[in-house]
């Protein structure tokens, strides 16, 4: 549920409202009940139960009642809406370790993070820049990217939290190469055949053949070449200043983006959109997907917005978009086994 001072536990709440998603999977949420008890107070759906569970089999799976595995880590009538605290930050860094360990022991098919604060997970200690290096910390993952997605944009990225500086010196061959496989790896799993890829370049208009840098020239460029040659259409380096319309033009399907906001700021214009009139957001779109996990794993692609915690008013969106995002690579990589195992049998019946 995420921090429990932030709008993770209030959207968590709404978006189980939907009685469709109730029919296409099996939800629990893994956090606090009292929080969650508070949080139908202020809401004023009393016709929802929180029903608090201390393992996964206890759970009902019914459409009006919200099994939450409880923690039993936060009391509400303790905790300050809205601020960052030790307190807090322990609780979001121990429902998102609660959350890997289940899907490691194959108890949960996909998990889906509400968003945590990041300054207040340090202050309690765990010192991570986000879910990402937490999940890839406890699955022993050592290649892995972070994806954005809203509608037809796919964004993925060659280096994310870290400073602008450090990106671009991040920016090597080797890891764009790796990027470009997992790009292809993850089109795939979500059912495009044949992924096209965009690159993007490093420096404006692509460098201009070594005029405004030599990374496109020394770096991007032979990654895409090697790609190329593995069997994989992956194109570039295509300016920043373009690419990403063309990919929301239909032209790619999904783009490399070489730093953080190099990827964010595109899919966040297309996918936030705030009223100036009613002062809140109509829409917080768009999911945050960690590749090359042993697990899944989506997100929200929004912070705690400690602003509007307990108001009520919380979008609840972008939390849909990432549980359909987490249903539909659940049930790809059910199908994708289930052939293997058809395809086995058919072997061992052949060899007999």
């Known amino acids: 549920m995420g921090d429990p001072a932030g709008i993770g536990p209030e959207i968590s709440v709404k978006a189980l409202c939907s009685q469709l998603i109730y029919k296409r999977c099996k939800p629990i949420i893994i956090g606090d009940a009292s929080v969650l008890k508070n949080v139908l107070s202020f809401l004023n759906k009393s016709e929802l139960k929180i029903h608090a569970i201390k393992s996964v089999k206890q759970a ?12 039993g880590l936060i009391k509400a009538e303790e905790l300050k809406l809205g601020e960052v605290s030790k307190e807090a930050g322990e609780a979001a860094f121990q429902y998102v370790k609660k959350t890997i360990e289940l899907a490691m022991r194959n108890e949960i098919d996909a998990t889906v993070t509400n968003p945590i604060n990041k300054a207040a997970i340090n202050l309690a200690g765990h010192h991570f820049s986000g879910h990402t290096e937490i999940y890839a910390n406890y699955t022993n993952t050592k290649k892995y990217t972070m994806m954005l997605v809203h509608e037809n944009l796919r964004v993925v990225h060659v280096s994310t ?18 990027v470009i496989q997992i790009a292809h790896d993850a089109c795939i799993n979500l059912g495009i055949e044949e992924p096209r890829i965009a690159v ?21 460029s032979p990654a895409i070449d090697a790609a190329v040659k593995a069997g994989i259409f992956a194109e570039g380096p295509i300016p920043p200043d373009t690419v990403f319309s063309k990919a929301r033009g239909g032209m790619y399907d999904i783009v490399v983006a070489m730093y953080h906001d190099q990827g964010h700021i595109p899919l966040k214009v297309v996918g936030f959109v705030y009223d100036s009139k009613k002062q809140q957001w109509d ?9 090359g996990l042993p697990i899944i794993r989506t997100s929200v692609d929004h912070g705690t917005a400690f602003d509007q915690a307990g108001r009520g008013t919380a979008n609840e969106l972008s939390l849909q978009n990432a549980i359909d995002y987490a249903i539909c690579f659940a049930n790809n990589r059910e199908q994708k086994r289930s052939k293997e195992r058809r395809k086995g049998y058919g072997e061992r019946v052949y060899r007999t």
């Open 200 to 220: 993007a370049g490093l420096n404006p208009h692509s460098g201009e053949s070594g005029l405004f840098g030599n990374e496109e020239v020394e770096e991007i």
């Open 161 to 178: 939290h870290v400073s602008l500086r450090e990106a671009c010196d991040l920016v090597k061959k080797d890891r764009i190469l790796e």
């Open 60 to 71: 009902t799976f019914t459409y009006g009642t919200i099994d939450v595995l409880d923690m």
């Open 283 to 291: 829409a917080v779109a768009g999911v945050n997907i960690t590749l």
